[in-house]
């Protein structure tokens, strides 16, 4: 499925060591991650297929949202229900939510974000600084922010991402991105993430973006 570049990048996210309170939910070893690993490389090819020239790169996926999916900023509605208004994620297409998603409530910043692009009518490609679940130690059920270190491991992940699609400009979602972007050398604007309240400063981050001639 996909092309090989695609399949390889998720073989590559699958294999990497994340430590004991930093879920790896692509890892091989798991058998329910290979529906995830799927779902992952169905997004990327939909949005190769788009060719987006903007990558917004997020903190850490949530585990109501990504952990879950292993789409970034997504959720199980999203999965369940029809093709949202850019034609992503829609029946028939092979997303499938794992046995574990049953009970989960769905993460609401993905659903924020993609009501604000929807708004905007702008789709960029997604991902974050940290593309695995980091958790307190024994609550695999909470979020963490990641450490620099966990974030360092995602820089290459990030950073593959902008070479297999035309990316022009890379945006960081929020403090912890904005940090591991600078640390890779990467001058990147800074926007606020929509999680807690910060719907209405996401948008007019993007906006101004936009308006001062980011292209879509």
């Known amino acids: 499925m996909g ?3 695609i399949a390889a990048f998720v073989d590559r996210l699958a294999a990497v060591a994340t ?6 939910f692509f890892d091989h070893a798991v058998p329910e991650n290979a529906q995830r690993r799927r779902n992952l490389q169905i997004y ?7 060719a987006p020239k903007v990558l917004l790169v997020g903190e850490a996926p949530g585990f109501r949202g990504m952990r879950i999916t292993g789409v970034p900023f997504t959720n199980r509605t999203m999965f369940e229900g029809p093709a949202n208004s850019f034609g992503l994620f829609g029946p028939g297409k092979g997303y499938v939510l794992p046995p574990d998603a049953a ?4 993460e609401p910043t993905a659903t924020v974000m993609w009501d604000v692009l929807a708004e905007l009518e702008f789709l960029p490609l997604l991902w974050s600084a940290c593309p695995w679940h980091t958790h307190v130690a024994g609550r695999p059920l909470s979020n963490r922010t990641p450490t620099a270190a966990e974030a360092a491991l995602g820089t290459p992940f990030w950073q593959s991402l902008t070479e297999l699609f035309p990316i022009e400009t890379v945006v ?6 904005h940090r591991r972007l600078q640390r ?25 973006l936009l308006a001062a001639g980011m292209r879509p």
């Not at 430590?19 to 790896?24: I, L, R, T, V, W």
């Not at 990327?44 to 788009?50: F, G, K, V, W």
């Open 184 to 208: 890779s050398g990467l001058d990147a604007t800074k926007i606020r993430h929509p999680a807690h309240g910060g719907r209405s400063g996401f948008k007019r981050g993007l906006e101004e």
């Open 103 to 106: 009970g989960i409530a769905a």
């Open 44 to 50: 990327l090819q939909e949005m190769l297929d788009r």
């Open 19 to 24: 430590g004991p309170a930093c879920n790896n």
């Open 3 to 5: 092309t090989p570049s």
């Open 172 to 177: 960081a979602v929020g403090n912890v991105a």
